[in-house]
Every structure is written in C-alpha cells, then in structure tokens.
C-alpha cells in the first residue's frame, strides 16, 4: 500500500509541476501562443511518440526556410484519445502555424 500512495504523490506532484510550468511558460509568451488537440487513433504511447517526431519534423523543415520556426516550442499532455499542445510560435502568424500543422493533422482543432 505504501506503495501505491507513494506513486500516486509522485504522480500528482508531477502533474502539479507540469501545470506550474506551463502557466509560467504562457505568461512568458504574451500573445504568441496556440492550442492545437489532435486526435490519437493508435496505441497511445507510439501515437505520442510519432505525433513528437512530426512536431519536430514540421518544425525543423520549415526553419529551413525562415529562421523564426526554429523559436518555435512545443509543450503538450496526452490522454488516451488526444494530446493537447501548447505551442509557443514568436513572430509566426498563427495562420502560418496553422498551415503547416493542418497538412500534417488533418483532423486537429
């Protein structure tokens, strides 16, 4: 049992720290920051690693062509039927942002 009560501190103040940092993070921001749910269709562990690979992937190839992308931050919490992310976009029209990660993610809000 103690355990179990252990995991589940560690949980919650894990949890509790993530929300602190994320509420700093979009202080920090201003204005530049959007939300973006995209659904997950497969196991929600490869889903979560394949949607962190594409953000990254998306990222980086549209920094080769304007410098401002490689500002761009990614912060994001799983459930088992969607991620939500946090993106902090400085300088990038959240048009612009929006373009890219739709071609990705058809079916994102």
Known sequence: MQVIERLLFCIRSNVIANWRGF???????????????????????????????????????????????????????ASEKAIMVIIRHQGIPREALWWKLEGRWPGAE
């Open 23 to 77: 509420g700093a993070w979009l202080q920090a921001s201003k204005n530049e920051i959007s939300l973006i749910v995209i659904p997950l269709h497969d196991d929600p562990l490869t889903a979560v690693r394949k949607t962190r690979k594409g953000l990254r992937d998306v990222r980086d190839r549209a920094a080769a062509n304007n410098l401002k992308w490689r500002d761009v931050a990614f912060a994001g919490i």
